[in-house]
C-alpha cells in the first residue's frame, strides 16, 4: 500500500528533483538515476548516461530469469538480503516475483531515499538499512535465503573477510554480479624458486563521487579464479554463471563482468 500519492505533476517534480540531487561536480553534475524506473503515465527515471539504459534492465532480467529456474514457485517462501541494493531495483523485481522479507542495506544516503521513493510508489513493503556493509554484518543476526550482491565485491576491500560473514548468515544461495581483471601471465622477480599464482586481486583507482561508487577511490579486481577460490574459501560452490544470448551487453559476452549464483555447502 502506498503511504504518499502523488498526481501527476508531483511525479515528475519529484522524480526530477531526487535526479538533480546526484549530481557531482566533476561526475555527471546532471544527475540521474541508476535505474531507468518506468513509473506511470510515461514517467520514466532519467539515468546518469545510455549505459546505464543499456545495463541495468539487462541485469535485472538476467536475475530475474535465472532465479527463476530455481525458485519459481517458492518465491514466497524467501528472506532475501540485498546488499549495496541502490535505488531497489532488484527488490522491487522480486517483490513483485511474491518475495515478502526482503531487507536492502545501502550506504549512500540518496540512493535510499530514491529508494524509499519507489517502494512507496509501487507498494513495496521491504526493510531498507541506511549503513555501509561491514558495519551492517558486524550488528546482525539473521540469516537468509538468499543474498543478493551486485555491483559490490570490487568495491571492498576485505573480500575474505566480508565473504566469511556472509557466508554465516546464507541459507541457501548468494547471486554474485562483479566486474572481473583479465590479465597476463604473472611472475615475480624477488624470489627465484617462488611464482605467483595468476589469479589474485588486482588495484584499480576510481573516483567515490559517483552516487554508484564505493567508499573508497580504491577497487580489488578479481579473476574468475581467485573468484571461485575466495567463494570456495568461505563455504560457497564455484560460480555458476547465469545463461544469457548473444544480445547480452558486450563486457558480459566477453566476461570482463559476470553474473552468477554460488550456493551454500
Given at each position: 500500500m502506498k503511504d504518499v500519492v502523488m498526481n501527476k505533476e508531483q511525479l515528475i517534480n519529484e522524480v526530477e528533483r531526487l535526479a538533480k540531487l546526484a549530481g557531482g561536480k566533476n561526475w555527471c553534475p546532471n544527475?540521474?538515476?541508476?535505474?531507468?524506473?518506468?513509473?506511470?503515465?510515461?514517467?520514466v527515471a532519467r539515468t546518469y548516461t545510455d549505459a546505464q539504459v543499456?545495463?541495468?534492465?539487462w541485469r535485472r532480467e538476467m536475475l530475474i530469469k535465472n532465479l527463476d529456474k530455481i525458485y519459481?514457485?517458492?518465491?514466497?517462501?524467501?528472506?532475501?538480503?540485498?546488499?549495496?541494493?541502490?535505488?531497489?531495483?532488484?527488490?522491487?523485481a522480486l517483490w513483485n516475483r511474491g518475495v515478502r522479507d526482503i531487507t536492502c542495506v545501502e550506504v549512500r544516503e540518496l540512493n535510499v531515499e530514491k529508494?524509499?521513493?519507489?517502494?512507496?510508489?509501487?507498494?513495496?513493503?521491504?526493510?531498507?538499512?541506511?549503513?555501509?556493509?561491514?558495519d551492517f554484518l558486524d550488528k546482525n543476526t539473521k540469516k537468509y535465503d538468499l543474498v543478493i550482491f551486485m555491483g559490490i565485491l570490487y568495491h571492498i576491500l576485505n573480500p575474505f573477510d566480508i565473504m566469511k560473514k556472509l557466508s554465516g548468515i546464507t541459507k541457501k544461495s548468494i547471486v554474485i554480479?562483479?566486474?572481473?581483471?583479465?590479465?597476463?601471465?604473472?611472475?615475480?622477480?624477488?624470489?627465484?624458486?617462488?611464482?605467483?599464482?595468476?589469479?589474485?586481486?588486482?588495484i584499480r583507482i576510481d573516483t567515490t563521487e559517483s552516487q554508484t561508487a564505493g567508499l573508497s577511490n580504491l577497487e580489488l579486481w578479481p579473476t574468475m579464479g581467485?573468484?571461485?577460490?575466495?567463494?570456495?574459501?568461505?563455504?560457497?560452490?564455484?560460480?555458476?554463471?547465469?545463461?544469457?544470448?548473444?544480445?547480452?551487453?558486450?563486457?558480459?559476452?566477453?566476461?570482463e563482468r559476470i553474473i552468477g549464483i554460488c550456493k551454500k555447502l
Open positions: 544527475g540521474g538515476w541508476q535505474y531507468p524506473f518506468e513509473f506511470e503515465e510515461g514517467i543499456r545495463l541495468h534492465p519459481s514457485d517458492k518465491y514466497h517462501e524467501l528472506s532475501v538480503l540485498d546488499l549495496g541494493s541502490g535505488e531497489g531495483a532488484m527488490s522491487l529508494a524509499k521513493f519507489v517502494f512507496n510508489h509501487f507498494g513495496v513493503n521491504a526493510n531498507i538499512i541506511n549503513s555501509s556493509i561491514d554480479e562483479t566486474v572481473v581483471a583479465k590479465i597476463d601471465d604473472i611472475k615475480f622477480g624477488n624470489r627465484d624458486k617462488y611464482s605467483a599464482q595468476k589469479d589474485g586481486f588486482f581467485a573468484l571461485d577460490m575466495l567463494m570456495n574459501e568461505n563455504c560457497f560452490t564455484d560460480v555458476e554463471l547465469f545463461d544469457f544470448d548473444s544480445n547480452a551487453p558486450f563486457d558480459y559476452l566477453d566476461k
